[in-house]
């Protein structure tokens, strides 16, 4: 009867110690959010953040290359056709934020602008 215990309680233990590390694993997990740059737009063009929230900022281009900058949270990337570009980022202030491409990409360009809207909220 001891030595069932033993092996029943071992195995609880055994699956608490493992409900626990998924759990952490779950909150330690960053957000990404996926950004598609495309003949003179981003999908989405704004982006809703959270001030401390780490992020990854996953870039994609569906025709050509693109930038992205984001001068006021210090963001800058250039994106390639075929490949993802990934930036982390941890906003520090509050605020809405505007971006736009930086690489010429044509006769709309001008208009391949968005924003990040950051805030305290959840």
């Known amino acids: 009867m001891r030595r069932l215990?033993?092996?029943v309680g071992a195995a609880l233990l055994a699956v608490l110690i493992g409900a626990g590390q998924q759990g952490m694993g779950a909150q330690g997990a960053e957000r990404t959010v996926r950004i598609v740059?495309?003949?003179f737009e981003y999908?989405?063009?704004?982006?809703?953040l959270k001030r401390g929230e780490p992020v990854v900022l996953q870039f994609v281009s569906a025709d050509r290359l693109h930038g992205f900058s984001c001068p006021g949270l210090n963001i800058r990337a250039t994106i390639e056709p075929g490949k993802a570009t990934t930036v982390r980022v941890v906003p520090d202030k509050v605020g809405v934020f505007p971006f736009h491409c930086d690489l010429f990409c044509g006769e709309g360009h001008d208009e391949m602008t968005g924003n990040i809207a950051v805030s305290d909220e959840p």
Do not use: H
């Open 37 to 39: 740059a495309k003949k």
């Open 43 to 48: 999908q989405p063009n704004l982006i809703k």
């Open 5 to 7: 215990t033993k092996v």
